[in-house]
C-alpha cells in the first residue's frame, strides 16, 4: 500500500533558530495529518491538511500540502524547548475505515 | 472527562504467557485502533474497529487477538507473548464525521522476558 516517508529521520536544533521536516509519498494522498509526541508520551494531533496547496499555522508552526498532494511539510520558526519530540505524518486511507498510515517520525532534539 | 485510557501502563511478562491490554474511551467513539510503537519503525496498526463486534485486522495482527464487546472497550490480548512482541502499545479512538482526528491514550509498556 502506499508509504509516506519522512525526512529527516533525526534533527538537532538550536533554541531560536528555525527547521522543517518533510513527508513525501510516491502516490497522491488524500490528506496528511501530523501529529506530535513528547518523549515518553503519547500522540496528540497537529492538523489535518486535505487542499492541494493548502497552509495552516498554528502560532509558530506551519504546515503545507503540496501542489500535487504527494508531499507535505512543517516549518517551525524560533524553536523552542517545548518543541521537543518526535512529529509524525500519516494519511488517512479513504476506505470505511479510515486507517491512519504513520511516517517513521521525525525526532526533534533542541539545543538551548 | 476521562477521555481514553489504558491498562496497565506497564507490564513485564513472561515467554508464553497470555497478556491482555485493556482500552476504554468515554466518548462513545466509533472507531478504535491498537498501535504498537517500536523504534525506526514508527506507528503500526495492529487491529482496528468500527464499532461493536467489527473489528478487522491491521498491518501486524500475528500473535494478537481482540475483541469488542461494547463499544467502550477494546482489549488487545497476546495468546502468547513473545520478546519480539515488547513494545510500546497505543490504543486510540475516532468518533464519525468529517474531521478525522484520532485520540490516543497514554499508552502500555510492555516487557516480555
Known amino acids: 500500500g502506499q508509504q509516506v516517508m519522512q525526512i529527516p529521520q533525526y534533527q538537532h536544533v538550536q533554541e531560536g533558530e528555525d527547521f522543517t521536516t518533510y513527508c513525501n509519498s510516491s502516490t497522491t494522498l488524500s490528506n496528511i495529518q501530523w501529529y506530535k509526541q513528547r518523549p515518553g508520551g503519547h500522540p496528540v494531533f497537529l492538523i489535518q491538511l486535505v487542499k492541494s496547496g493548502e497552509v495552516k499555522k498554528q502560532k509558530r508552526l506551519t504546515f503545507q500540502f503540496g501542489e500535487a498532494k504527494k508531499n507535505s511539510s512543517l516549518h517551525i520558526t524560533a524553536t523552542q524547548t517545548t518543541d521537543v519530540g518526535t512529529y509524525f505524518c500519516?494519511?488517512?486511507?479513504?476506505?470505511?475505515?479510515?486507517?491512519?498510515?504513520f511516517g517513521a517520525g521525525t525526532q526533534v532534539v533542541v539545543t538551548p | 472527562d476521562a477521555g481514553i485510557t489504558q491498562s496497565p501502563r506497564y507490564k513485564i511478562t513472561e515467554t508464553g504467557r497470555q497478556v491482555t491490554l485493556m482500552c476504554h474511551q468515554t466518548?462513545?467513539?466509533?472507531?478504535m485502533f491498537w498501535y504498537r510503537q517500536d523504534l525506526g519503525h514508527g506507528l503500526r496498526l495492529i487491529y482496528y474497529s468500527a464499532a461493536a463486534d467489527i473489528t478487522d485486522k491491521g498491518e501486524v495482527p500475528d500473535g494478537y487477538v481482540v475483541s469488542r464487546s461494547k463499544t467502550e472497550n477494546f482489549p488487545l490480548t497476546l495468546e502468547s507473548a513473545t520478546r519480539s512482541q515488547t513494545s510500546v502499545y497505543f490504543c486510540a479512538s475516532r468518533g464519525q464525521g468529517s474531521y478525522n482526528e484520532q485520540f490516543f491514550g497514554p499508552g502500555t509498556r510492555l516487557t516480555v522476558l
Open positions: 466518548w462513545s467513539h466509533s472507531y
Open positions: 500519516a494519511y488517512m486511507t479513504t476506505d470505511s475505515w479510515g486507517k491512519l498510515q
